[in-house]
């Protein structure tokens, strides 16, 4: 007598194999400079792209004004995790305006980890510094984009620049009708 599946599957003990998804972690460049508008614009677009990804999403951020905050925020809203990486010891005193400087305490309080580049003062090569290290702990970059500045070490484009050398993906997010001021 030939025996039913439910039968057959009864006899022996069924496990099932849970496979950890791979963590995926994003880094973020962009431009400082957004307009309000362009900030409503830009986070609606952050949100699509990490809702796609959808799983233990780790964000990586500098955690400047504009794009880089706004991303942090994004990804903390989605249930991810915040790493920042810090261009030196004093950028927080040296570079974080007054009007940013509630925003960036916040988002430094919330991360999981704070990695401070080994330079003493901020200056272009910290972020150059900075932002290899990103690039070196990412598996995607996002780049809050205009596509027309021009390419300066530690600016938006050379990073983009440096991404897409690695061979990294990078997801522009550039709405229609985005600005900068």
Not at 10 to 34: C, D, F, K, S, Y
Not at 125 to 141: F, P, R
Request: proline share 4%.
């Amino acid at each position: 007598m030939r025996q039913q599946p439910q039968e057959l599957l009864a006899r022996w003990e069924i496990t099932v194999i849970e496979q950890e998804m791979p963590m995926v972690r994003i880094g973020v460049t962009g431009h400082m400079n957004l307009t309000p508008a362009t900030t409503h614009l830009v986070r609606d677009e952050l949100r699509s792209h990490l809702r796609r990804v959808g799983h233990d999403l780790v964000g990586v951020s500098c955690i400047a004004q504009g794009a880089d905050s706004l991303f942090a925020e994004t990804v903390l809203e989605m249930g991810g995790t915040l790493e920042v990486v810090l261009p030196s010891q004093d950028y927080r005193a040296a570079k974080v305006k007054p009007d940013h400087a509630e925003r960036f305490d916040r988002l430094l309080g919330k991360a999981a980890q704070v990695h401070v580049m080994a330079f003493e003062h901020a200056n272009r090569e910290a972020y150059v510094a900075a932002n290899e290290a990103m690039l070196g702990s990412v598996t995607e970059l996002v780049a809050v984009w205009d596509g027309e500045s021009p390419v300066d070490a530690g600016g938006t484009a050379s990073v983009v620049a440096e991404a897409r050398r690695r061979g990294l993906p990078v997801t522009v997010i550039w709405p229609e009708g985005a600005s900068r001021r």
